[in-house]
């Protein structure tokens, strides 16, 4: 139950995200074709007033396709339509009227040359690729010259619909670390709750689990995690046993040794939880305000030394993210909800990095296009998105050795 509850706090997250970008499409005029949350093939899908809502069966993000997001061009529609051209030459006459308008920037004469080559690609077979081709080719001429086209559109409009997919996961966070903070905010100080259980380590062989309040050692009152961390140092590796309650039950577990950590002192394997302090509203506010902007300083500071190991160990990938989110939800749902509000600021910064694909680089790219009164072409785009795909992927490479790296004991 616990996996569930994380895997839909996390998919909330990108529903959420990309419903920014859905609402202010349509408040804009930019009327979305399609709404996702994973990618396809698609699991359930269903259309409403010309708009395809579903879910996808790759459940890593999600997209909102709105309509021509580059300019249409004539070397595209050439490209798309080669295959379906090799199988049935008879439709080179209505493509090049097309790719002949393209050309000339005459987008009203491409629109009204596009129903004659839709007709001619009915009336002919091909094959499933020349047809997906062909398709994906008639959809881009008809997004790309319609008047809600994404990239026809001001400035200020492809900005705002760009943009209020992060701002939405900044506005959640902001909930988020705001309901904690009112109702009861980790501290720093330690308690005699079990946060984590490491693998491998006595106190994981011994059944302690994440949530335990650890009571006794050895059968002597232990209710301070300072009393426990002073009885637990002082057996200098001898087995002990440790009293916990779990679930309303006091349980005892072991005898187990402890182990000697890096540090010198005598530890059993686990971390403890901190306790909480709730504040007014005003004040949830403000703090909730500092959290975020302490999130966005810090992810910063993360990416600039990711080439750094101290650095370059603190990020995670789906995996850690999930486990740190298990881990949080058992010691109390605001121990949860504050990691979900780390993990929608975290969203919302990496998508605001200015390069292709992200937010952050079609922001960039609008602005450029304002400045030099012209859309770019497609192929711009594409090259300068493998940049971008190539730092997204090495980011992807260090968050999962990580997740999978493991570390040692403390």
Known sequence: MIWLVVVVGLMLLVFLHELGHFSVALVVGMRPRSFYIGFPPAVVRVRRKGIEYGIGAIPLGGFVRIPGMHRPAGADVAAFMSPALREEPGLAPAVQRVRRALEAEDFAAAREALPELRDELDGVRLSRRARRSANRALREVDEGTGEDAYWR???WKRVAVIAAGPLMNILVAFVLFFAVLATGAPTGNPTA?????RAGTPAAHAGLQAGDRVVAVDGR???TFDAVSSRVRASHGRPITVTVVRAGRRLTLGPRRTIRAAAGYYIWGFSPGVESVSHPAGASA??????????LSGTVTAFGGL????ERAQVSGPVGIVRQSAVALRLGVNYYLDILGLISMSLAILNLLPLLPLDGGHILFSLVEAVRRRALAREV???V??????????IWIIALSNDFGGSAPR
């Open 193 to 197: 709750t079990v946060a984590e259980v």
């Open 221 to 223: 009152s232990a209710r």
């Open 381 to 383: 785009y594409e090259r």
């Open 286 to 295: 403000g703090l909730a305000a500092r959290e975020c902007w302490n999130v």
């Open 153 to 155: 559109q001001v400035t």
């Open 385 to 394: 998105s493998v940049l971008g795909l190539m730092l997204i992927g090495l």
């Open 307 to 310: 080439f750094h190991a101290r």
